[in-house]
């Protein structure tokens, strides 16, 4: 994949908490990456057919994200901040945004979600489904945190270190490159690795890199890492992943589980 945001970052926002989370973090993501940042809500309440009429419901939603562009120029003072608020259910809305965007930001729950749940149904529509990199926000960052990005040697694990290495060198932080072998670390993994990382390492140098071989299972070897991490990036789909599965057991486990917020990244096709 580019390793540089090639369309504007794209947010969702519903007036939750955990979105407001994701705004801030998107704001200061596309300052970063000098990108405009676009912040969309869906607004499902036309086609649900309310009694009475929409008005009252579309004037707070302005209101929201308002609020939400405000937020977002506290946060990132000079980026360019456009709002959109869109007739149609979230997931729906939000997959059709990421068609043209270079990243797609969302929390991992919304006013909707059920408080018992550790990733609602958006988080899990776009971790699955977007056409372009998500970053699933359940928590603030560390600021400044390492980047952690995990390494199978997978098509999917290798965009993921691209993306890494340039969110590394973007915010100015290191990188902690994790291998989970689930049992002895052998030649075969640490050959593995080195071939992973030596063409991107050489290509950010000023990206200081540490490379961490765990005997755990990869889930368990991440998310260990992930607590006191930035952000954690993972390939959608690892290499001992069912092809008909869109996220793999790693992804998965990082969505629901990651201490910090977790960037899912798919290879390029073709």
Do not use: N
């Amino acid at each position: 994949m580019s390793l540089s945001l090639q369309g504007p970052v794209v947010v969702g926002f519903d007036g939750s908490e955990c979105s407001l989370l994701a705004v801030d973090f998107a704001a200061k993501e596309a300052a970063w990456h000098e990108r405009e940042l676009r912040i969309v809500h869906a607004f499902i309440w036309p086609i649900m057919r309310v009694p009475g009429g929409t008005a009252g419901l579309r004037q707070q939603a302005e209101g929201w994200l308002r609020d939400a562009a405000e937020a977002a120029l506290a946060a990132a003072p000079g980026v360019i901040v456009t709002t959109g608020l869109i007739t149609g259910a979230a997931g729906a809305v939000l997959l059709d945004a990421g068609r043209t965007a270079g990243l797609l930001v969302v929390g991992s729950r919304g006013l909707g979600g059920f408080g018992r749940l550790l990733l609602g149904s958006v988080g899990a529509q776009a971790a699955s489904y977007a056409p372009c990199p998500v970053v699933i926000v359940r928590e603030a960052p560390a600021p400044d945190g390492p980047v952690v990005v995990g390494v199978d040697g997978s098509a999917a694990s290798e965009a993921a270190v691209g993306f890494a290495f340039a969110e590394a060198a973007a915010r100015d932080v290191p990188l902690v490159a994790v291998h989970g072998a689930d049992g002895e670390v052998g030649d075969y993994e640490r050959h593995l690795l080195a071939e992973s990382l030596g063409g991107f390492a050489a290509r950010f140098p000023e990206v200081a890199l540490d490379i961490r071989y765990s005997e755990r299972k990869a889930p368990d070897a991440l998310l260990e890492a992930s607590a006191g991490a930035c952000l954690l990036a993972v390939g959608s789909r690892g290499r001992g992943g069912f092809k008909g599965l869109l996220l793999g057991s790693v992804s998965q486990a990082a969505v629901q589980y990651a201490s910090c917020p977790v960037a899912v990244i798919r290879p390029e096709e073709g």
